[in-house]
């Protein structure tokens, strides 16, 4: 399975995918430039954090404009695994991949700090490695992950179970006092209606060893390699 | 030459925490009866175009595409001479 990080100019998240990717779960890995206007021969495109073009405008809003961008999305469309973490998550709503938008964090801080997420979807191509209602603990870093979306595009994510993690405590309690940014429903993470494209605040790659001070987000990772290789035994 | 002055404002209704600060600022600073305060953008683009209809086209569809997320954000704009070349008193403070 073949894995390629996009690399926009202020993204730097993209050597800790990398690393996580190669070095941990030694799969094949390459970076792509921005510039770039070909992914044929990935079979799962990253869109790390950082701060694309500065965040000028709105975080992702210029990114979302990049060369590469018509590529990435004509690879969605087409069923390709997309992980947009973060930064890659803001510039997979401005999109149109993913729905709502990203407002400032509520608290107006920059949040640095590990969370609990609870896993409310266990079955897609990104967490089949977790149970349902599973508590992980998944690090964040952002001033501006406070999802927004309106009531329509919630009840439609819910009801299609597309919201795939939420900011909780470590009993696994989604409350007020857990949410680190102010959106809506703790939402830390979605994905597509077709199952595909997911985006998440939180950062898998900084926990993928032990001396990181945890490995739940190799979890994730090795899902997407068995996700991958079960499709492959199955001659799909 | 034509200067449109483009606003990009939070919809009602979307919360805003920075306007919320600095609501809590002015407040803090003594000022009464400010009942909310928003923070928006505001951006000047210089079209090298003097046909008012397709410079407003042109400008619709930026704000639509990259300038304003539809989302969350709405926006208005003008379009004016730019500065020096028209009549209009110029800009004070």
Not at chain 1, 41 to 48: K, M
Not at chain 1, 214 to 228: K, M
Request: net charge negative; proline share 5%; glycine share 12%.
């Amino acid at each position: 399975m073949k894995f390629g990080v996009i690399v926009f100019p202020g993204s730097n998240c993209d050597q800790d995918v990398y690393h996580a990717l190669g070095s941990v779960l030694g799969q094949p890995v390459d970076y792509l430039w921005h510039g770039d206007t070909d992914v044929t021969g990935y079979d799962c495109l990253v869109l790390p954090g950082g701060f694309s073009y500065g965040d000028y405008l709105r975080a992702g809003a210029i990114a979302r404009f990049a060369p590469i961008m018509p590529a990435v999305i004509d690879f969605a469309r087409s069923g390709g695994l997309v992980l947009g973490i973060c930064n890659g998550f803001q510039i997979l709503l401005e999109a149109g991949l993913l729905p709502g938008a990203m407002r400032r964090n509520d608290c107006l801080q920059f949040r640095c700090q590990w969370t609990y997420l609870k896993v409310e979807n266990g079955a897609t191509p990104f967490t089949n490695r977790f149970r349902e209602g599973q508590v992980v603990r998944i690090p964040i870093a952002h001033g501006e992950g406070n999802y927004y979306a309106d009531a329509a595009t919630l009840r439609e994510l819910e009801t299609n179970r597309q919201v795939v993690f939420r900011y909780c405590n470590e009993n696994g309690e989604v409350t007020p006092a857990t949410n680190p940014n102010g959106s809506v429903g703790n939402i830390a993470g979605i994905i597509n209606r077709e199952g595909n494209v997911l985006g998440m605040m939180p950062h898998p790659e900084r926990c993928v060893e032990s001396i990181l001070g945890g490995t739940d987000g190799r979890e994730l990772f090795a899902s997407i390699i068995d996700w991958w290789q079960g499709r492959e035994r199955l001659g799909a | 030459m034509l200067l449109a002055k483009i606003y990009v404002t939070l919809k009602p209704g979307v919360l805003d925490p920075q306007g919320e600060a600095v609501m809590g600022g002015l407040k803090a600073m003594g000022y009464e009866g400010i009942t909310a305060v928003r923070v928006g953008k505001y951006l000047e683009v210089q079209l090298d175009l003097d046909d008012r209809e397709k410079a407003g086209q042109q400008v619709e569809e930026m704000c639509r595409r990259l300038l304003a997320n539809p989302v969350i954000e709405q926006y208005r704009y003008t379009l004016e001479e730019p500065a020096g070349l028209s009549t209009e008193e110029s800009p004070r403070g």
